[in-house]
Structures are given as C-alpha cells and as structure tokens.
C-alpha cells in the first residue's frame, strides 16, 4: 500500500472540504440564512475554535478547514501540512 505524505493527507483534506462547502453553498441558495443562522454555530463548536487554552487534535482538524473554507481566501494548505504535522508528533509523543 502506499504512504500519504503529510503534504498529500492537506491536500485530500482541504479537497473534502471543498465538496462539502458546495454542498453548503446549494444549501444557501435554497435556503437563504442557512449559513449564519445554522451553520456556523455548530461548525465552529465542532472545530473548538471558541475554546481558549484548547490545543487542537487530529479530530477538529476537518472542521477546522471547512471553517477556513468559509472565508473569502480558503484554507492554506502549507498551513494545514504544518497543524497535520504538529498534531501527528504530539500524538506520537503522547504514545
């Protein structure tokens, strides 16, 4: 089987992300107000990002780029391979 470099694991991530956030945009036009009266509170709860002294695991880490997606200039994906990378050495150092 062949290894996904970290660089490869952000790229598919952010990928992912991109189809999901077709789909919220379909679901925006159908349904004007979805994005900032549903969906925002919840994908900010499942990304953590309003919990302060949180440090983020491998778990949030999709939320966290279709958060990134929400905005006008998307998710970085040098960005993305740095957090994938750091969040792989503290799970490693952790077992």
């Known amino acids: 089987m062949t290894q996904l470099t970290t660089e490869q694991l952000a790229e598919l991530l952010i990928g992912i992300a991109r ?3 077709v789909i919220i945009d379909a679901i925006e036009s159908s ?3 979805f994005k900032t009266t549903h ?5 900010h709860t ?4 309003r919990n ?6 491998l778990a949030d880490l999709p939320a966290r780029i279709l ?6 200039t998307g998710p970085d ?8 990378n750091e969040m792989l050495e503290r799970t ?3 077992n």
Request: include cysteine; glycine fraction near 8%; hydrophobic fraction near 40%.
């Open 19 to 21: 189809v999901q956030q």
């Open 31 to 33: 349904k004007a107000g």
């Open 39 to 43: 969906l925002t509170p919840l994908l």
């Open 46 to 49: 499942a990304a953590k990002t």
């Open 52 to 57: 302060t002294g949180y440090l983020p695991g």
């Open 67 to 72: 958060v990134a997606c929400q905005t006008r």
């Open 77 to 84: 994906p040098v960005a993305v391979e740095r957090d994938l």
């Open 92 to 94: 490693r150092k952790l």
